[in-house]
Each structure stands twice: as structure tokens, then as C-alpha cells.
């Protein structure tokens, strides 16, 4: 059974950072692409960046690129997305996923498995 368990979230003001965290058992995670993905109230999910299995190719939302960092360290199943400079405007339920395949996408719809969320607080 796989399970994927968000950790991370909270509240930082206006050009705080945060690192999230996501944990992973159950499946073969070098093989598994991650992604992150945010959701804020009232709107639909979207994409944040996402992570190869080797960890070697990575993409980000064109809102977040130069201020997130996502990361994955396979000897310890967790993948981490670093978030510098937040804006309020990012607060939402961050989610961590992980895909049947090693090849990252952006689509939500390449995910087969979602942790819980966690939810991160922008103050201004």
C-alpha cells in the first residue's frame, strides 16, 4: 500500500521560507517521479514543480521557478520542496505525488497516488 505523508506546512510571513517534506513507503521510489502541487481556496489545484526518479530532471511552474527548489533524496524515500520568498498569495494545501514512472510531468492527471496536504500560510 503505498502512502505518501506531507510535512512542513505552517504560517511565515510575506518573503519567509519553508521546506516541505513528503515521505514515501510502499512503492520503488527511484522510480517514481514526484510532484508538488498547491491548492488554494476556491480555486483548482496546480502544478508547483515536480522531480525525476534519478532526480536529475526537474521542472517548475513558471510562477514559482527561481524561488522553489524541489529535491529528493532516495536513500530516505522523501522528497523536499524548499520555498523562498513566499508570497501571500501562495497560501494554499500544498500536496506531494508520485507517479508509476520515473519521467516527471506537470499534468496532475500523470499522479496515481497523493499524500494528505499541508497546509502553508503566507501573512502579509
Known amino acids: 500500500q503505498v502512502q505518501l505523508v506531507d510535512a512542513g506546512g505552517g504560517l511565515v510571513q510575506a518573503g519567509g521560507s519553508l521546506r516541505l517534506s513528503c515521505a514515501a513507503s510502499?512503492?520503488?521510489?527511484?522510480?517514481?517521479?514526484m510532484g508538488w502541487f498547491r491548492q488554494a481556496p476556491g480555486k483548482e489545484r496546480e502544478f508547483a514543480a515536480a522531480i525525476s526518479g534519478s532526480g536529475v530532471i526537474s521542472y517548475y511552474a513558471n510562477s514559482v521557478k527561481g524561488r522553489f527548489t524541489i529535491s529528493r533524496d532516495n536513500a530516505k524515500n522523501t522528497v523536499y520542496l524548499q520555498m523562498n520568498s513566499l508570497k501571500p498569495e501562495e497560501t494554499a494545501v500544498y500536496s506531494c505525488a508520485a507517479r508509476g514512472s520515473s519521467y516527471a510531468t506537470r499534468s496532475e492527471y500523470g499522479y496515481d497516488y497523493w499524500g494528505q496536504g499541508t497546509q502553508v500560510t503566507v501573512s502579509s
Open positions: 510502499g512503492l520503488t521510489f527511484s522510480s517514481a517521479a
